[in-house]
């Protein structure tokens, strides 16, 4: 391996297509402003780095970056890069990640619009996210103990799971398929509409018209707070915690909930089942 180490660099493709390289406490900054650094690289490993300069990784393989910090210069820092693990790095440049596969990130700090477009298989632990349109069309998402804010999250995703996660995030996983979401705590308004095999399980769902348009939708000991005409039009099996607003026309299955404020059932195929064990306006 070729160590490089308190290097400062600025120029155009400065290290394309490097091989079984490690950097430790350089600069990718200056006044020629290039862009594509580490373009077509192969087993890089970065430590501690700078990067102030567009597009440094793209169509890289093999990489590792530890304890770096890529600035809102830094836009669009991975793209088409594969099996990469990041620990420990600030990622704050606008559509920091894309098109990527086989990703390991933990204790991250990412503020970066459109991350995580398109990518395949991505493991997300302890880390923070404020996006917009965070990792849409992606899939086989794991997410321990991420926070994330923003709006317009996850939607078009599949095959993912979230686990002991907070996200305050506006129409989330809309048209998503087979998530689970556990232990976790889900703010916004309009989650989830037009998903088909989703399920919640021990969460706490918080906003205004929740889950409608839903096909084969599941909650498990759910909390579902401030949720008025939630479950418009959906397919779902639901047992609730604790009181709900209201409910409006769930076409099938059953919803076991202690009280619910209001049910509205005004369209013909409104044929979900509403199960109460008190009755008592909680609006």
């Known amino acids: 391996m070729n160590t490089i180490t308190n290097k400062t660099f ?14 430790k406490n350089c600069n990718f900054d200056g006044p020629a402003d290039g862009e594509s650094a580490l373009k077509e690289g192969e087993n890089i490993t970065v ?33 088409y890069s594969h099996n990469i693990e990041i620990t420990d790095t600030k990622l704050h ?5 894309r098109e990527c596969s086989n990703i390991r990130m933990q204790g991250c700090d990412i503020v970066s619009p459109e991350f995580g477009w398109s990518v395949c298989d991505i493991e997300m632990e302890d880390c923070t996210a404020e996006s917009e349109y965070f990792m849409m069309r992606s899939n ?21 799971v979230f686990e002991n996660c907070t996200f305050d995030t506006k129409d989330a996983f809309w048209h998503a398929k087979n998530i689970i979401v556990r232990n976790s705590i889900v703010k916004g ?25 839903c096909k084969n939708l599941r909650l498990v000991n759910c ?6 005409l939630s479950f418009e ?21 059953h919803i076991r909930v202690p009280a619910v404020g209001e049910i509205i059932m005004d369209i013909p195929n409104a044929g979900g089942e509403i199960i109460t064990t008190k009755k008592c306006c909680c609006a």
């Not at 919640?200 to 929740?210: A, D, L």
């Not at 909390?223 to 008025?228: A, L």
């Open 10 to 23: 600025d120029e155009e493709r400065a290290l394309y297509g490097a091989n079984e390289l490690v950097l």
């Open 47 to 79: 430590l501690n780095c700078f990067f102030n300069l567009r597009y440094p990784f793209w169509h890289d393989n093999r990489l590792k970056i530890d304890g770096s910090e890529m600035t809102e210069l830094c836009r669009a820092a991975l793209w």
């Open 93 to 97: 440049g606008i559509k920091a990640m």
């Open 140 to 160: 086989h998402l794991t997410f321990r103990n991420v926070q994330m804010k923003g709006k317009y999250s996850f939607q078009y995703i599949e095959d993912s």
């Open 189 to 213: 308004e309009y989650l989830a509409w037009y998903s088909e095999n989703i399920t919640f399980e021990n969460c706490k769902i918080i906003g205004t018209q929740p889950l409608c348009y």
């Open 223 to 228: 909390e579902m707070i401030n949720t008025d």
């Open 233 to 253: 039009r959906s397919e779902v099996e639901a047992t609730l915690t604790a009181p709900i607003v209201s409910i409006k026309n769930p076409l099938s299955g």
